[in-house]
């Protein structure tokens, strides 16, 4: 089986910065693309960024300048690091990875972590 593990939340002064993992674990033979999403208190998640195997990455526009995220193929970890927080930032982020297994190496699935609380707050 496969796990997406996120650490690194917590609560944070506006202005402040932070830095997400996400470490993936188990059975597996290739992770393509992985991103963060994040959902704050009554509403709907969203894409906050994207990167491929590769390292090419995209991000939302109300992150763009203040986020940055990247990824250790070696370590099978992706990491978003997080500048200039704002308290509308305030939210659980979750990482997502398209991900195949040693079992069948030529499916890849989608897998969800759990999400990590991150509170923008003075």
């Known amino acids: 089986q496969v796990q997406l593990v996120e650490s690194g939340g917590g609560v944070v002064q506006p202005g402040g910065s932070l830095r997400l993992s996400c470490a993936a674990a188990?059975?597996?033979?290739?992770?393509?693309?992985m991103g963060w999403y994040r959902q704050a208190p009554g509403k709907q998640r969203e894409l906050v960024a994207t990167?491929?195997?590769?390292?090419?990455?995209t991000y939302a526009d109300f992150v763009k300048g203040r986020f940055t995220i990247s990824r250790d193929n070696t370590k099978n970890t992706m990491y978003l690091q997080m500048n200039s927080l704002k308290p509308e930032d305030t939210a659980v982020y979750s990482c997502?990875?398209?991900?195949?297994?040693?079992?069948?190496?030529?499916?890849?699935?989608?897998?969800w972590g759990k999400g990590t609380l991150v509170t923008v707050s003075s």
């Open positions: 990167i491929t195997r590769s390292g090419t990455t």
């Open positions: 188990g059975s597996i033979f290739s992770i393509y693309g």
């Open positions: 997502y990875a398209n991900i195949s297994g040693l079992i069948i190496p030529t499916r890849a699935m989608g897998y």
